[in-house]
């Protein structure tokens, strides 16, 4: 067994407050906005090493490869399957089966969003949806804002219910060994709960209210649903691989594999499928493509924020603020479950979520021994796991989703403010958390 680091801070510094600066100053430039959140990680991942707070033996130690290699395999999948134009026949084909009524509309597409980003993941999912939804939305002259926020909800939810739906699971699920099946089992319930709740309040909001007139429905349900689908053979090789990477995800305990391996040997047999009939040069410009479309900017988010918080960890600052949420509810779970919940959901919805989850994790890890042992705090993670995924939707700012609609939304000219959101988001969050809490005290406590 290795000796564990012993930080070198020049001038002696104590290496806690020196990794909490670090974290604190890249926690303000991520929530500013003003670099991108990326370079703001890797700059602080090289300043940690630098200053001698981890070596860089050390900080490579601090990287879950695993998270990596899950969320890049998962995009690859995404970025090829979406090729085929699935996605859009799902929304068409969506709006049509309720007859172009806008408010039906509305209740399909969050019901779709919910469970692509549970089987996919939140962004790809509203990448993929939305610009579809505009479509739908000018077809039958009705205001976006309502579908939009509802696919944004619906995304989060969505992805609270599996390991791989939402970046901040695919975190707790690798550095706490929870697989496919326990996320499902243990969130995927209460998932259901909330977003029933949702989509009930989303009608109460706005769906009772949306008209449309006859010929402006007729336009949406004269569309071809089928023509989206742009290449047939593309779209069986997806299904047939995604269908397998599921499957392997629901047996990944028995199979004695990790969920990267998995997501990145899907993607590999689909990249390989779907370049296998092409010459060389195309061949070789797919893959190209298929390459830029993955969300760099947020793999190497993770890389530097993983050594960022590492360098606390290691300083043992984690250590100290776990006990004293110990202390502060008593010793009992129940107390500190709750608090876990509420106090991510609130963090959740200011901040980013990623960088709060994966600063929480080591937190909620070195609770195991008060607790007796790991076993005992897995609702502990299923409550850092609720209150994370579901707090991110109380702002415009609380989750990569959120943004990403934001922008897609601003980019045609549609209006999509922080307090326009906030008025509907933060009344709504906070239903969807008081649900999680009572089933977490029913389930667990």
Same mark, same amino acid.
């Given at each position: @067994?290795?000796?564990?680091?012993?930080?070198?801070?020049?001038?002696?510094?104590?290496?806690?407050?020196?990794?909490?600066?670090?974290?604190?100053?890249?926690?303000?430039?991520?929530?500013?906005?003003?670099?991108?959140?990326?370079?703001?990680?890797?700059?602080?991942?090289?300043?940690?090493?630098?200053? =001698?707070?981890?070596?860089?033996?050390?900080?490579?130690?601090?990287?879950?490869?695993?998270?990596?290699?899950?969320?890049?395999?998962?995009?690859?999948?995404?970025?090829?399957?979406?090729?085929?134009?699935?996605?859009?026949?799902?929304?068409?084909?969506?709006?049509?089966?309720?007859? #172009?009524?806008?408010?039906?509309?509305?209740?399909?597409?969050?019901?779709?969003?919910?469970?692509?980003?549970?089987? *996919?993941?939140?962004?790809?999912?509203?990448?993929?949806?939305?610009?579809?939804?505009?479509?739908?939305?000018?077809?039958?002259?009705?205001?976006?804002?309502?579908?939009?926020?509802?696919?944004?909800?619906?995304?989060?939810?969505?992805?609270?219910?599996?390991?791989?739906?939402?970046?901040?699971?695919?975190?707790?699920?690798?550095?706490?060994?929870?697989?496919?099946?326990?996320?499902?089992?243990?969130?995927?319930?209460?998932?259901?709960?909330?977003?029933?709740? $949702? @989509?009930? @309040?989303?009608?109460?909001?706005?769906?009772?209210?949306?008209?449309?007139?006859?010929?402006?429905?007729?336009?949406?349900?004269?569309?071809?649903?089928?023509?989206?689908?742009?290449?047939?053979?593309?779209?069986?090789?997806?299904?047939?691989?995604?269908?397998?990477?599921?499957?392997?995800?629901?047996?990944?305990?028995?199979?004695? *594999?990790?969920? #990267?391996?998995?997501? *990145?040997?899907?993607?590999?047999?689909?990249?390989?499928?779907?370049?296998?009939?092409?010459?060389?040069?195309?061949?070789?410009?797919?893959?190209?493509?298929?390459? #830029?479309?993955?969300?760099?900017?947020?793999?190497?988010?993770?890389?530097?924020?993983?050594?960022?918080?590492?360098?606390?960890?290691?300083?043992?600052?984690?250590?100290?603020?776990?006990? $004293?949420?110990?202390?502060?509810?008593?010793?009992?779970?129940?107390?500190?479950?709750?608090?876990?919940?509420?106090?991510?959901?609130?963090?959740?919805?200011?901040?980013?979520?990623?960088?709060?989850?994966?600063?929480?994790?080591?937190?909620?890890?070195?609770?195991?021994?008060?607790?007796?042992?790991?076993?005992?705090?897995?609702?502990?993670?299923?409550?850092?796991?609720?209150?994370?995924?579901?707090?991110?939707?109380?702002?415009?700012? =609380?989750?990569?989703?959120?943004?990403?609609?934001?922008?897609?939304?601003?980019?045609?000219?549609?209006?999509?403010?922080? @307090? $326009?959101?906030?008025?509907?988001?933060?009344?709504?969050?906070?239903?969807?958390?008081?649900?999680? $809490?009572?089933?977490?005290?029913?389930?667990?406590?």
């Amino acid at each position: @067994m290795t000796a564990p680091f012993n930080p070198h801070v020049p001038f002696g510094l104590d290496p806690v407050w020196v990794s909490l600066t670090v974290l604190g100053v890249a926690y303000g430039f991520v929530i500013v906005g003003r670099v991108n959140r990326a370079i703001v990680a890797l700059i602080g991942a090289s300043v940690v090493v630098v200053i =001698g707070a981890l070596d860089q033996g050390e900080a490579i130690k601090g990287i879950d490869w695993d998270t990596i290699g899950l969320l890049t395999g998962i995009m690859i999948l995404v970025a090829i399957s979406r090729r085929s134009g699935l996605f859009e026949y799902i929304a068409i084909w969506s709006a049509q089966r309720v007859k #172009a009524s806008p408010a039906g509309i509305l209740l399909m597409l969050q019901l779709a969003t919910a469970v692509l980003s549970a089987l *996919l993941n939140n962004v790809s999912t509203v990448l993929l949806i939305v610009p579809v939804t505009l479509a739908i939305a000018e077809q039958l002259d009705v205001p976006p804002f309502p579908f939009l926020f509802g696919e944004v909800f619906a995304a989060n939810i969505g992805g609270t219910a599996t390991l791989i739906g939402d970046p901040p699971n695919i975190l707790v699920g690798s550095q706490a060994g929870l697989d496919f099946d326990t996320f499902l089992c243990n969130v995927g319930p209460v998932a259901a709960l909330v977003m029933a709740a $949702q @989509m009930t @309040m989303v009608h109460v909001a706005w769906g009772r209210a949306l008209r449309a007139s006859p010929e402006r429905r007729a336009l949406v349900i004269g569309m071809n649903a089928p023509a989206m689908i742009s290449d047939h053979g593309l779209l069986r090789r997806s299904l047939l691989v995604l269908g397998a990477v599921m499957l392997a995800f629901v047996l990944a305990r028995p199979l004695h *594999l990790e969920p #990267a391996t998995i997501a *990145l040997a899907g993607a590999g047999t689909l990249m390989l499928l779907d370049n296998w009939r092409h010459r060389s040069r195309k061949h070789a410009d797919d893959v190209h493509q298929t390459f #830029a479309d993955v969300e760099w900017t947020t793999i190497f988010f993770f890389i530097g924020l993983f050594v960022v918080v590492h360098a606390v960890e290691v300083s043992g600052a984690l250590r100290s603020f776990a006990a $004293q949420i110990v202390a502060a509810t008593g010793g009992r779970p129940a107390a500190s479950g709750s608090l876990i919940l509420w106090v991510s959901a609130a963090l959740s919805a200011i901040f980013d979520n990623i960088p709060f989850v994966a600063t929480m994790i080591p937190v909620i890890k070195s609770m195991a021994p008060a607790y007796g042992g790991p076993s005992q705090i897995e609702p502990l993670w299923w409550c850092l796991s609720l209150g994370a995924c579901l707090g991110g939707n109380g702002t415009l700012i =609380g989750a990569a989703a959120n943004l990403t609609v934001a922008g897609i939304a601003e980019r045609n000219g549609i209006r999509f403010g922080f @307090m $326009q959101y906030l008025a509907y988001g933060a009344p709504m969050t906070l239903v969807s958390i008081a649900i999680c $809490q009572i089933y977490v005290l029913l389930r667990y406590f």
